[in-house]
């Protein structure tokens, strides 16, 4: 106080207004600090979270959608032209082309050691799924319909069970990671909001007290010099 006392006036004056942007500075950095936060924790999500659940969505999707097509292939044999079972055929093998290419794009994605593990699990199932596909193509071309029917049944289920069992634990995997997450960023971008609400505060409150103090001893040296003045005139 003794040292604001003793200031001239324009010194007061750069006194506050040196305080206020100390404060807006201050506020500034911390809104920044937050802002590179929440770019980190979105960053985070997308690449760690949704990538790999989508990924496995599509995986999931296609495997389902790629026995359907193997089942209506064997079901409609008898009925397709030579030139209909070589479009399906084509279609069929395609399928398996694009969910290979799937899984190998969702082992590059940012997972867990133990999602890895899940992942090679799948790789493998699907290279048994696949060959499984193969004999039933290869059984209906060479013993009919009626076999390759039998085959298709006795050996596709039990595969595709196990594939979809390990994208259920792939699933479930990355969903704790993901509710885990949202708990520690939740936390995190909470604690981050009150501490910018409390330098924004308490910035307000130094900067508006510094702002009277100031002002009044202005106002007082205004008011001495008048009456100095008036003083001397009189």
């Known amino acids: 106080m003794v040292f604001i006392k003793n200031l001239k006036v324009s010194q007061k004056v750069v006194l506050i207004v040196v305080v206020i942007n100390l404060f807006m500075l201050i506020v500034t950095a911390q809104g920044l600090r937050s802002y590179s936060k929440e770019y980190q924790m979105i960053n985070t999500m997308y690449n760690d979270m949704l990538l790999p659940v989508n990924s496995i969505g599509d995986i999931k999707f296609e ?33 398996f082309k694009d969910i290979n290419e799937e899984l190998d794009g969702f082992n590059k994605l940012n997972i867990t050691d133990e999602e890895k593990k899940y992942s090679l699990m799948l790789k493998n199932e699907f290279k048994e799924y696949e060959k499984i596909a193969d004999n039933t193509i290869e059984i209906c071309s060479s013993k009919g319909k009626e076999e390759g029917l039998n085959y298709c049944y006795q050996n596709i289920k039990p595969v595709t069970k196990e594939l979809l069992s390990n994208v259920k634990k792939l ?20 604690n981050t909001v009150r501490r910018t609400a409390i330098i924004i505060i308490l910035g307000l409150i130094v900067s508006i007290g510094i702002s009277v103090i100031v002002v009044k001893l202005i106002n007082k040296a205004l008011t001495d010099t008048v009456r100095s003045e008036e003083r001397r005139v009189g």
């Open 171 to 190: 699933d479930s995997s990355i969903l704790n990671r993901s509710q885990e997450f949202y708990k520690v960023s939740g936390v995190d971008y909470n």
């Open 63 to 95: 495997i389902q959608n790629t026995r359907m097509d193997l089942e209506k292939y064997v079901v409609l044999f008898d009925q397709y032209t030579p030139e209909q079972k070589q479009k399906e055929n084509e279609k069929i093998k395609s399928q």
